[in-house]
């Protein structure tokens, strides 16, 4: 695959230098520097959001870098896009696979550089090209599958071998063991291996340490979007690892906790499980009345999961919830919301916002039959009067309530849906990722909400990747690992290492 | 295409059910058909077969058109009434020499192949411009379809409004008829010559689906357009390609149906396109694109055609048939749907 005498080992196959990106409000990576030797494998981890897909996506072209350099075998480059990554040798497998669903592996493979016999594309040679790079990674897939029919794993390989059919001298793998076996894993390690010895030099990306330590050569930390450390994987343990990761201070970003819990458990939540897979395997928890429960976990840890089923959007296996000393079923939505259960989406554009909407509509779409007379005729005075008010409590910036929602800043679009579910008057809040992609000031309002809730005696389960805005406004938190509870802590005693340990309990 | 279409992973048990279910629509219109060979056996004929074959063969050849941009993940709702224009076209322009009341009478005799080919450019002209609003502008292919729509049947109304004073334009050239018409008797099955060009042209669609590039990337479009930009195929190119294409096959088709049929007006051609839409998805062409066969489309438009005629021949009330031939799309597209239906 390689060009054997220009690769010398001493010197970097890839240099990042200096890689400074800002986004409006955000400095997602500062003066971060990343440098990949060849005939090595080099880990890159952080906390969500410490910055590595932005240093990736960097280096792919999909964000151009407001400063510093990228250096390829000694040659400065700028790809504007990851194709042309992909034609310089530089290559990623994705942890959500881009692929063409309902064509064969090989076609995949090829695709955009077909081999052609005139004007005729030359199956013949695409399938002993695929068939020959299949059998060099030892991976046993028959190259006119189709793309759909594979399990994830061998859907990886597809794109591992698509990478070495490029002669990729960099490969990034993101999160490659997320959703595999053990097994699955050993072989993906085997060709790693196998292709850190023919010379590639490998950005692996993970939250899972022990996996760090045995497949890397190298590791670099970030941290808020700086770099912390880079150092050889055997002068290094995973607690040190752990505390580069999560070192750093808290100071007043969270508004003091007003509210107290009582005693009185009001959401009994026992052995809950979803239908459709990846979902939740097995939850059991309670909720106390005030009371704020933060759910940590890593991704594909299927938080999301676990409180959607208990909203009733994906399909219930099996699990009981009581509420308030009655089961309910909340077989869907509507059900779950006169039930008194609010939940706050992750995806607040896919989910949340109705965007060429107004603020108004956004407010009272969730709780329209109350604004609704019993001819069908909605109340314009109920409604300008609650807008008004979810305007005023939550402190949305805009500058009427007839603006379209999409012309919000991210924290004010959060607040006016946190506004829109606080209208449904709740018992249960569920809250996925409130603070996500929200500015630094309007996190703190959302905090306060947050806090506020709970002490009008709501309970709130509060879903973050942030381990300390988790610890800074819990009272108990709930770790999630691979669909199941690892473990619920006390957010006063508890500290980053536990969750972080709890995280990967079951990967 | 089996495979693909099943919603089953690998390694599970197939299940009766679902093979009942992924096969519906065949086990539909087998029933439909053994009804009609139950109720009157003399539909099981040579002759009988010769004409739903002539019947089919310009079908067979817009929806082989049509596929195309079906494929890529669009439609084209303009497709009946380019056919429409190529017909008038070539009728207007391949009338009978011995026919004083021509439309152009100082025309002198053309070649056949002529008129065809000016159909065939004018129609492909309007397929670019649609292709161009679709892959360029990025306009919604429903919406570009249903202008374009309204664009060519207005021009070839002005024209044929212009030219015959909105009278029927018959008479055609006999070469040009019989350039269609004519044909072979095989043991009392007639072959006649449009059954071989739409062979040619199923075979030739068959090739650059299956064995070009351009072919490879219509799928990789349809099936999952980041994923094909991503690897660089060139999407405004190639659906421009193919939406050329569409339109080439339009023009010959049209020009087939109006020298199979023997007169024009401009009323020819429509609906055409909802025809050839629905014996696509029959075919197990998917509306979302990316997936479908040649073996599937002309499936589903021998299929329609055999039904169709087998209920009219069995003396169904024609309303009726509308009716059966709902249900069938109907049916067609829920089970396209289940197929793609992400579970939560």
Same mark, same amino acid.
């Given at each position: 695959?390689?060009?054997?005498?220009?690769?010398?080992?001493?010197?970097?196959?890839?240099?990042?230098?200096? &890689?400074?990106?800002?986004?409006?409000?955000?400095? $997602?990576?500062?003066?971060?520097?990343?440098?990949?030797?060849?005939?090595?494998?080099?880990?890159?981890?952080?906390?969500?959001? $410490?910055?590595?897909?932005?240093?990736?996506?960097?280096?792919?072209?999909?964000?151009?870098?407001?400063?510093?350099?990228?250096?390829?075998?000694?040659?400065?480059?700028?790809?504007?896009?990851?194709?042309?990554?992909?034609?310089?040798?530089?290559?990623?497998?994705?942890?959500?696979?881009?692929?063409?669903?309902?064509?064969?592996?090989?076609?995949?493979?090829?695709?955009?550089?077909?081999?052609?016999?005139?004007?005729?594309?030359?199956?013949?040679?695409?399938?002993?090209?695929?068939?020959?790079?299949?059998?060099?990674?030892?991976?046993?897939?028959?190259?006119?599958?189709?793309?759909?029919?594979?399990?994830?794993?061998?859907?990886?390989?597809?794109?591992?071998?698509?990478?070495?059919?490029?002669?990729?001298?960099?490969?990034?793998?993101?999160?490659?063991?997320?959703?595999?076996?053990?097994?699955?894993?050993?072989?993906?390690?085997?060709?790693?291996?196998?292709?850190?010895?023919?010379?590639?030099?490998?950005?692996?990306?993970?939250?899972?340490?022990?996996?760090?330590?045995?497949?890397?050569?190298?590791?670099?930390?970030?941290?808020?979007?700086?770099?912390?450390?880079?150092?050889?994987?055997?002068?290094?343990?995973?607690?040190?690892?752990?505390?580069?990761?999560?070192?750093?201070?808290?100071?007043?970003?969270?508004?003091?906790?007003?509210?107290?819990?009582?005693?009185?458990?009001?959401?009994?939540?026992?052995?809950?499980?979803?239908?459709?897979?990846?979902?939740?395997?097995?939850?059991?928890?309670?909720?106390?009345?005030?009371?704020?429960?933060?759910?940590?976990?890593?991704?594909?840890?299927?938080?999301?999961?676990?409180?959607?089923?208990?909203?009733?959007?994906?399909?219930?296996?099996?699990?009981?919830?009581?509420?308030?000393?009655?089961?309910?079923?909340?077989?869907?939505?509507?059900?779950?919301?006169?039930?008194?259960?609010?939940?706050?989406?992750?995806?607040?554009?896919?989910?949340?916002?109705?965007?060429?909407?107004?603020?108004?509509?956004?407010?009272?779409?969730?709780?329209?039959?109350?604004?609704?007379?019993?001819?069908?005729?909605?109340?314009?005075?109920?409604?300008?009067?609650?807008?008004?008010?979810?305007?005023?409590?939550?402190?949305?910036?805009?500058?009427?309530?007839?603006?379209?929602?999409?012309?919000?800043?991210?924290?004010?679009?959060?607040?006016? &849906?946190?506004?829109?579910?606080?209208?449904?008057?709740?018992?249960?809040?569920?809250?996925?990722?409130?603070?996500?992609?929200?500015?630094?000031?309007?996190?703190?309002?959302?905090?306060?909400?947050?806090?506020?809730?709970?002490?009008?005696?709501?309970?709130?389960?509060?879903?973050?990747?942030?381990?300390?805005?988790?610890?800074?406004?819990?009272?108990?938190?709930?770790?999630?690992?691979?669909?199941?509870?690892?473990?619920?802590?006390?957010?006063?005693?508890?500290?980053?290492?536990?969750?972080?340990?709890?995280?990967?309990?079951?990967? | 295409?089996?495979?693909?279409?099943?919603?089953?992973?690998?390694?599970?048990?197939?299940?009766?059910?679902?093979?009942?279910?992924? !096969?519906?629509?065949?086990?539909?219109?087998?029933?439909?058909?053994?009804?009609?060979?139950?109720?009157?056996?003399?539909?099981?004929?040579?002759?009988?077969?010769?004409?739903?074959?002539?019947?089919?063969?310009?079908?067979?050849?817009?929806?082989?058109?049509?596929?195309?941009?079906?494929?890529?993940?669009?439609?084209?709702?303009?497709? %009946?009434?380019?056919?429409?224009?190529?017909?008038?076209?070539?009728?207007?322009?391949?009338?009978?020499?011995?026919?004083?009341?021509?439309?152009?009478?100082?025309?002198?005799?053309?070649?056949?192949?002529?008129?065809?080919?000016?159909?065939?450019?004018?129609?492909?002209?309007?397929?670019?411009?649609? %292709?161009?609003?679709?892959?360029?502008?990025?306009?919604?292919?429903?919406?570009?379809?249903? %202008?374009?729509?309204?664009?060519?049947?207005?021009?070839?109304?002005?024209?044929?409004?212009?030219?015959?004073?909105?009278?029927?334009?018959?008479?055609?050239?006999?070469?040009?008829?019989?350039?269609?018409?004519?044909?072979? !008797?095989?043991?009392?099955?007639?072959?006649?010559?449009?059954? =071989?060009?739409?062979?040619?042209?199923?075979?030739?669609?068959?090739?650059?689906?299956?064995?070009?590039?351009?072919?490879? !990337?219509?799928?990789?479009?349809?099936?999952? =357009?980041?994923?094909? !930009?991503?690897?660089?195929?060139?999407?405004?190119?190639?659906?421009?390609?193919?939406?050329?294409?569409?339109?080439?096959?339009?023009?010959?088709?049209?020009?087939?149906?109006?020298?199979?049929?023997?007169?024009?007006?401009?009323?020819?051609?429509? %609906?055409?396109?909802?025809?050839?839409?629905?014996?696509?998805?029959?075919?197990?062409?998917?509306?979302?694109?990316?997936?479908?066969?040649?073996?599937?489309?002309?499936?589903?438009?021998?299929?329609?055609?055999?039904?169709?005629?087998?209920?009219?021949?069995?003396?169904?009330?024609?309303?009726?048939?509308?009716?059966?031939?709902?249900?069938?799309?109907?049916?067609?597209?829920?089970?396209?749907?289940?197929?793609?239906?992400?579970?939560?």
């Amino acid at each position: 695959m390689m060009q054997q005498e220009s690769i010398n080992k001493d010197t970097y196959l890839l240099e990042m230098n200096g &890689i400074c990106k800002s986004f409006p409000g955000v400095k $997602a990576l500062d003066e971060v520097s990343l440098r990949i030797r060849p005939y090595s494998v080099h880990a890159l981890v952080g906390e969500n959001g $410490a910055g590595k897909s932005t240093l990736m996506k960097c280096l792919f072209g999909i964000y151009q870098e407001d400063a510093g350099e990228i250096i390829l075998n000694g040659r400065k480059v700028n790809f504007s896009n990851p194709r042309q990554a992909l034609d310089n040798g530089v290559s990623m497998v994705h942890q959500e696979l881009n692929q063409v669903q309902d064509r064969s592996v090989m076609e995949n493979i090829w695709l955009g550089r077909f081999p052609m016999k005139g004007i005729v594309v030359d199956s013949k040679k695409m399938y002993d090209d695929t068939k020959k790079i299949f059998e060099d990674l030892n991976i046993n897939i028959d190259p006119k599958a189709i793309v759909g029919t594979l399990s994830v794993s061998q859907r990886q390989m597809v794109e591992i071998a698509k990478a070495v059919s490029c002669h990729a001298k960099i490969i990034v793998f993101d999160e490659p063991t997320s959703s595999l076996t053990e097994v699955e894993v050993r072989h993906l390690f085997r060709i790693i291996n196998k292709l850190r010895d023919e010379g590639c030099g490998i950005i692996y990306i993970s939250h899972k340490l022990e996996e760090i330590i045995e497949i890397a050569d190298e590791i670099t930390v970030l941290r808020d979007g700086k770099w912390v450390y880079t150092g050889r994987c055997e002068n290094i343990t995973i607690d040190q690892i752990i505390t580069l990761i999560v070192g750093r201070e808290l100071n007043n970003r969270f508004p003091p906790k007003k509210h107290k819990p009582s005693d009185e458990v009001i959401l009994h939540v026992e052995n809950l499980a979803g239908e459709y897979m990846p979902t939740v395997i097995d939850a059991s928890f309670e909720l106390r009345k005030g009371e704020i429960l933060g759910v940590a976990g890593l991704m594909g840890s299927r938080r999301t999961e676990t409180v959607e089923t208990l909203f009733g959007i994906r399909k219930r296996k099996d699990g009981t919830i009581n509420l308030e000393g009655r089961n309910v079923e909340n077989k869907n939505a509507r059900e779950s919301k006169s039930n008194g259960f609010a939940l706050l989406t992750e995806e607040r554009r896919q989910t949340g916002i109705f965007p060429t909407l107004d603020i108004t509509f956004n407010c009272i779409i969730a709780n329209i039959d109350k604004y609704t007379n019993r001819f069908g005729i909605l109340k314009e005075k109920k409604i300008a009067e609650d807008t008004k008010w979810v305007i005023d409590a939550l402190s949305v910036k805009t500058p009427s309530e007839k603006t379209k929602i999409q012309y919000l800043s991210g924290g004010n679009q959060q607040k006016v &849906i946190m506004g829109r579910w606080l209208l449904t008057e709740p018992t249960v809040m569920l809250l996925d990722e409130p603070t996500r992609g929200v500015d630094v000031g309007a996190k703190y309002d959302i905090y306060q909400l947050i806090i506020d809730c709970a002490e009008k005696g709501n309970a709130v389960i509060f879903i973050s990747s942030e381990m300390p805005e988790l610890l800074g406004i819990s009272d108990r938190i709930m770790v999630m690992s691979n669909g199941r509870v690892a473990g619920i802590v006390d957010a006063k005693t508890t500290t980053q290492e536990e969750l972080l340990r709890l995280a990967s309990k079951y990967l | 295409m089996k495979l693909s279409a099943s919603p089953l992973k690998p390694g599970q048990p197939v299940k009766i059910k679902d093979i009942i279910v992924n !096969n519906a629509i065949y086990i539909v219109l087998f029933l439909l058909f053994i009804t009609v060979v139950i109720i009157d056996p003399s539909f099981l004929s040579l002759k009988n077969a010769g004409f739903i074959l002539s019947q089919s063969a310009t079908r067979m050849i817009f929806a082989c058109a049509i596929a195309g941009p079906i494929v890529l993940g669009g439609t084209d709702l303009s497709a %009946g009434r380019l056919i429409g224009m190529a017909g008038l076209i070539t009728a207007s322009l391949l009338q009978s020499p011995d026919y004083t009341a021509r439309v152009f009478p100082n025309l002198p005799r053309l070649p056949i192949w002529i008129p065809i080919i000016l159909a065939m450019i004018i129609c492909g002209l309007f397929s670019l411009i649609h %292709g161009f609003l679709v892959a360029k502008q990025k306009v919604a292919p429903f919406i570009a379809s249903l %202008g374009m729509q309204l664009v060519v049947y207005g021009l070839m109304s002005v024209y044929f409004d212009a030219v015959s004073d909105s009278a029927p334009i018959g008479v055609l050239d006999p070469k040009f008829t019989g350039f269609a018409q004519n044909g072979f !008797n095989i043991f009392g099955f007639r072959l006649q010559y449009i059954i =071989i060009y739409a062979v040619i042209v199923i075979t030739f669609i068959w090739f650059i689906w299956n064995k070009t590039k351009l072919g490879k !990337n219509m799928f990789a479009i349809g099936g999952n =357009i980041e994923a094909a !930009n991503v690897s660089g195929v060139n999407i405004v190119l190639n659906t421009l390609a193919i939406y050329v294409l569409a339109g080439l096959l339009y023009g010959f088709g049209g020009a087939l149906e109006v020298a199979r049929t023997g007169s024009a007006t401009n009323a020819l051609g429509q %609906g055409y396109e909802l025809d050839a839409i629905a014996a696509c998805v029959v075919g197990g062409v998917s509306m979302r694109g990316g997936i479908g066969t040649i073996k599937g489309v002309i499936t589903g438009v021998l299929l329609f055609q055999v039904i169709s005629y087998g209920l009219v021949y069995i003396q169904v009330n024609p309303y009726l048939v509308y009716f059966i031939k709902g249900v069938i799309i109907l049916i067609a597209v829920v089970i396209d749907t289940k197929k793609y239906i992400k579970k939560k």
